[in-house]
């Protein structure tokens, strides 16, 4: 069975199994997507700076660039 899946990945996550050609990226056609993410740390520790960063990236928001179909196909290297 195979061929029936469909997830949202990091492109990093996927890298080498899009160069072999078993994973397929596809265009996101949804301009108002937003991914709600939630972070949890321990309150009484100090943040590395390397966290601080990582909460700051989280925090911000990024431009939809959609991809046509053709753009999808040849998404190859990433």
């Known amino acids: 069975m195979h061929g029936l899946g469909l997830s949202l990945l990091p492109k990093t996550t ?7 050609g078993y994973l397929a990226i596809l265009p996101l ?4 997507f937003k991914l709600h993410v939630q972070l949890c740390y321990h ?34 290297p990433l």
Do not use: G, R
């Not at 996927?14 to 072999?20: H, I, M």
């Not at 925090?59 to 046509?68: A, D, I, K, M």
């Open 14 to 20: 996927v890298t080498a199994e899009t160069q072999k």
């Open 29 to 32: 056609e949804y301009p108002n």
């Open 43 to 76: 309150a009484k520790k100090q943040l590395s700076l390397p966290m601080q960063a990582f909460v700051q990236l989280m925090c911000t928001s990024t431009q939809h660039v959609p991809l046509s179909l053709e753009q999808a196909n040849k998404a190859l």
